[in-house]
């Protein structure tokens, strides 16, 4: 069985300081990593997403991921925190079964930005 | 840009009634999902289908859950009687092709059964 965990349900940072929020992940076989946004009143929008290619992932919005297999974590970062980052994100595992591609998602962490 | 669309965006409905909810995937997509998200807690998945039947389903998609690819465009989500504990913000979302990893969401309609 797969699962994820996002540690902090809240995170809140001040406008220009360093977002992180952070992803475990558990999979007994390699696993497709993911992580969505959801600004109020909208669907959930892919950031970025790793699949098995390069450990570091950049997304769109300057947010990049890494993903660590030695610590099974795939920690989302943004340098550079904006106004408009504020959202829930979603971290989310999931493996290819018969072509299907069913996510797991982890319960989320909504991000605020202080100016 | 092609997006999945949802409908209806809010839906109350009384404790043993059906419901249908709507969606719309990307018009060259060919898997189909259905996820919920009860307040306050994870997004969860009810069920996949391709090729016109249910590659997967979860726990929670139960007898009083079916879906349905009435036409080329529609995918639907029915639930036969309501519970008061299906009030949820139910996410429809579809992908490419098998080798395409990306699975696109769409607004959601948020049901809430009074």
């Known amino acids: 069985a797969q699962s994820v965990t996002q540690l902090g349900s809240h995170v809140s940072v001040s406008e220009g300081a360093l977002v992180l929020l952070r992803c475990n992940y558990s999979?007994?076989?390699?696993?497709?990593l993911f992580w969505y946004v959801q600004y109020p009143n909208q669907g959930l929008q892919l950031l970025l997403k790793?699949?098995?290619?390069?450990?570091l992932v950049k997304g769109i919005n300057g947010f990049e991921a890494e993903f660590k297999k030695s610590e099974t974590s795939f920690h989302l970062t943004k340098p550079s925190a904006h106004m408009s980052d504020a959202a829930e994100y979603f971290c989310?595992?999931?493996?290819?079964?018969?072509?299907?591609?069913?996510?797991?998602f982890g319960q989320g962490t909504r991000l605020t930005i202080n100016p | 840009e092609p997006e999945v669309t949802q409908t209806p965006s809010h839906q109350v409905t009384q404790m043993g009634q059906e419901v249908i909810l709507r969606c719309v995937p990307i018009?060259?997509?060919?898997?189909f999902y259905w996820y919920r998200q009860i307040l306050g807690q994870k997004v969860e998945f009810l069920v996949s289908f391709y090729n016109n039947e249910i590659s997967e389903k979860s726990e929670i998609f139960d007898d009083q859950f079916s879906v349905e690819r009435p036409d080329g465009s529609n995918f639907t989500l029915k639930i036969r009687s309501t519970k008061l504990e299906d009030s949820a913000m139910y996410f429809c979302?579809?992908?490419?092709?098998?080798?395409?990893?990306?699975?696109?969401f769409g607004q959601g309609t948020r049901l809430t059964v009074v």
């Open positions: 790793y699949t098995s290619a390069a450990t």
């Open positions: 979302a579809s992908k490419k092709g098998v080798t395409n990893t990306e699975a696109f």
């Open positions: 999979s007994s076989v390699p696993p497709y």
């Open positions: 018009s060259n997509h060919l898997y």
């Open positions: 989310a595992v999931s493996r290819l079964i018969q072509g299907a591609q069913k996510l797991v």
